[in-house]
């Protein structure tokens, strides 16, 4: 008897909790104790930067996955694999606009904490979502995906 795949990957925790997670913890480090980055200017502008690309990017994705009706929540199961778009360019790009969301509130509120909790937000969204994802991918669409994933870069 073969066994089905799951009807989503089902990761756990939820990713847009995680990055509330982060900035809370990143934030409350702030408070307790406070850590500059950077001369005004220069983190001003990296923090603008990163903050707008974070929204363009995910903006992006959002639309692209709207268009090819495939569900935004990781709780669901995927429609199809997203190839287009921001999708060509990252297999995912949501959480690389979460990562630099987190990344440009740390340089605009000038705390190492929130950049070392971006770092940290990065790598518990690879190993405890994204690898849970690709498995889940993978077994649901096969050589589809696995194509995919030899042609574009996890994050960039």
């Not at 930067?49 to 903006?59: P, Q, T």
């Not at 909790?117 to 096969?142: C, R, S």
């Amino acid at each position: 008897m073969q066994e089905t795949a799951p009807a989503g990957p089902l990761a756990l925790p939820l990713p847009p909790l995680l990055l509330a997670a982060a900035i809370m913890v990143g934030v409350l480090l702030n408070v307790l104790w406070p850590q500059a980055l950077l001369e005004t200017w220069l983190r001003l502008t990296l923090g603008i930067l990163m903050i707008s690309a974070a929204l363009a990017i995910g903006f992006l994705a959002v639309r692209v996955m709207r268009a090819v009706n495939t569900p935004l929540d990781v709780r669901k199961a995927p429609t199809e694999v997203v190839t287009t778009g921001v999708f060509a360019i990252s297999r995912n790009p949501v959480y690389l606009a979460m990562v630099l969301l987190c990344g440009g509130i740390a340089f605009l509120a000038n705390t190492i904490w929130l950049l070392l909790a971006a770092a940290a937000l990065a790598v518990i969204l690879h190993t405890q979502v994204i690898d849970k994802e690709e498995a889940y991918l993978k077994e649901k669409f096969g050589e589809a995906y696995s194509s995919y994933k030899s042609r574009v870069r996890r994050w960039i």
